[in-house]
Structures are given as C-alpha cells and as structure tokens.
C-alpha cells in the first residue's frame, strides 16, 4: 500500500485497528505505573509511622531473650519488614500480570506495524516499533539517511523486564538494611550492657570462699580461751610444811 490509501476505507480500518493498539498499550501502563505508585506509597507510610513511633521511646517495643542476650523488637522494625513484603506482592503483580499483558499488547502492536502501517506509511518503523527500540538497547540511537529515513542501531540491549526487576530488588535491599538497622540502633544500650558487664566480670579477681563458724563452734571456740586466760592468771599454791622441813634437812 502506498502513503495515498490512507484515505480509503481500507486505510482507514488499519489507522483505527492501529489506535485501539495504542491505546490498549497505554492501559495496561497506566495500570503498572499505579501498582508502582501504590507499593511506593506503601513504603513511604510505612517508614513514616515507622520514624514517629520510634521517637516515642520504648512504649511501642516488646522484649524478649535469644541465647541469653535481652532483645527489644521496636514496632518500626515490624513495620519496614511488613512494607518489604507488600512489596514484594506488587512485584509480583506487576510483573506477571499487567507487564505480561502490556508485553502481549506491544508485540500485536509491533506486528502490526511491520505488516500494515509501516509499508502504507514508508517508514522503517512505526512508532510501537520505535519505542520498543529505545527502551530495549540502553545505547540505542537513529540516525537520518540519505533517503530521509532513520536508520536505527544499538547494542546494549537490557529489557524492560529487568529494569523493572533491577527497581523492586533496589527497593527491597534499601528495606532490608533500614529493618537491620533499625533492630541494632534500638538494641544499642542492650549490647552495650552486656559488654560492660563481661568486661566488670573479666577485671573483677575471685577470692577464696571462707567458711563462717557456726554459733555451737564459735561458743566452744570463747570458752577455751577463757579457761586458757583463768589458768595463766591463778596464783601459785604455797609451799607445805612437809616440803618445807624436808627441803630445810637437806
């Protein structure tokens, strides 16, 4: 077909097939670009009350104890580790759902370009085509030839598909490490504790044990002395007669 049928019936069935596969492209990306805004705005809640909750101290905490170490679980901690999987849920949705759709309507699009508009029209690609083109090659490029027409190149090519899954892994692992840091900052003075503790134990040097004397030793022990000190301090028996005379003879 030559650029002139565009006015007849026949052109103008393919110029209307043509907009409705446009249109059905641009559906089905309005319908990811929501779950995206949706799992964002998730996020950005969730770390909000997060950020409030987490000022007002230990009201919103609960402790418990894992391998003899006292823990504080913060309700922040909960909540970013709940707005990682809601993520992952939109992920899901929008990758296996409404990108495989809008990936069915892009390919109908393309091959209908290639076969019905692009000859009418006499260009190389049609715009689905071209868009196509620029999003798939990170490097992608068209250059005008002698003719008037864009010849198009690129070499790197990286999909939609995993861009898209490039964004949700980046997401995640920012959630991921504000969860891990947020259990350690409200742990802090818990790990601090116990290594003051440990360090006061490990400078701290052990005596020996003593044994108490109990009160039936202790009362032996006094009355002992007493007779020990009424012994040294009793005065010496006088000498007999007997003695005397008998020490006088010799």
Known sequence: MAPEDLGTDKGQQIIEIWAKSVETQMHFNEMQVKSRQLGLTFVTAALGVGIVLLSEGDDFSFSFSVFGYDLTLHVSVLLTAG????????????L??????????????EDFERNCLVPMVGLRKGMTCSISHFSRFTDASAQEDETGKNHYGGNIKVSAHDKIRSFYRATQGFLALAAVALLIFTNSSSFGSVSDTKKLDAS??????????????????DLNRQVENSDATAPTPSESPTDKATSGSN
Do not use: C, W
């Not at 707005?83 to 929008?94: E, I």
């Not at 495989?100 to 699009?109: I, S």
């Open 83 to 94: 707005a990682m999987l809601a993520l992952q849920a939109v992920k899901t949705l929008d």
């Open 96 to 109: 296996n759902v409404y990108h495989r759709m809008l990936r069915g309507a892009v390919t109908f699009g």
């Open 204 to 221: 701290t040097p052990s005596t020996p044990s003593t044994i108490e004397p109990t009160s039936s030793t202790a009362g032996a022990t």
